[in-house]
């Protein structure tokens, strides 16, 4: 039972295009949401996280959307560069107390083309 | 910080080996989290602890799979006897109650065969 979904293994984009990543949750507890970025041979690192009291947080070319009444979440990255190829992971928890896990999607390849 | 330090990178054994993967959480993080990582399931939650307590093992695949946290800055991941389908990348990562995203370390990849 996949409580965060990433429906699409693979995203190709044309450098300087929108690239937009989703993701899909079922666990309505979550509230809270990441997005990691992973390099062959690296680990995750966070990218860009949100609250579920907040539809939108922009850091720079990265901004995530959130609509809680779809249980869906997108990651806009604006404009795309060759760089950005990597795996994202979405990623959501229930925050509160000391305990504390997150649940990871299992990812989508992006490449950028030149 | 050199941030999460995990060993060794790489490890081939044969099956039914026992495998002994290592992690060192960045200094000050009071949780610990194994995660490994397939092309079929993506990252997986295997354990976390909270101050070295192990709060949630749920997603160990069996039982010849165990991990420990002795101290604060030491975690041991442990297969015995492995099998080939525990080939795969095993990340650990850790956090602090102060932030909510966790860090990882490079992985361990792990061949089995």
């Known amino acids: 039972d996949q409580q965060v979904k990433q429906n699409s293994p693979s995203l190709s984009v044309q450098e300087g295009r929108i690239s937009i990543l989703n993701c899909d949750y079922t666990?309505?507890?979550?509230?809270?949401f990441l997005w990691y970025k992973k390099y062959p041979a690296e680990g995750p690192t966070f990218l860009i996280s949100i609250s579920s009291i907040k539809d939108k947080n922009e850091d720079g070319r990265f901004t995530v959307f959130l609509n809680k009444s779809a249980k869906h979440l997108s990651l806009h990255i604006v404009p795309s560069q060759p760089g950005d190829s990597a795996v994202y992971f979405c990623?959501?928890?229930?925050?509160?107390?000391?305990?504390?896990?997150?649940?990871f999607g299992k990812g989508t390849l992006l490449t950028v083309n030149p | 910080d050199a941030g999460v330090i995990q060993s060794p990178r790489h490890e081939v054994t044969e099956m039914g080996q026992e495998v002994t993967l290592r992690c060192k959480p960045i200094s000050g993080h009071n949780s610990l989290f194994w995660y490994r990582q397939t092309m079929m399931r993506g990252l997986e939650l295997l354990i976390y602890f909270n101050n070295n307590v192990p709060i949630d093992d749920s997603g160990m695949p069996e039982d010849r799979f165990s991990a420990k946290m002795p101290n604060a800055s030491f975690s041991t991941l442990k297969i015995q006897p492995s099998e080939p389908r525990d080939s795969a990348v095993y990340f650990c990562?850790?956090?602090?109650?102060?932030?909510?995203?966790?860090?990882f370390g490079q992985g361990t990849r792990l061949t089995v065969v």
């Open positions: 990623a959501a928890c229930v925050r509160g107390g000391s305990n504390y896990k997150l649940t």
């Open positions: 666990n309505s507890m979550f509230d809270y």
């Open positions: 990562a850790s956090s602090s109650w102060t932030d909510t995203e966790a860090f």
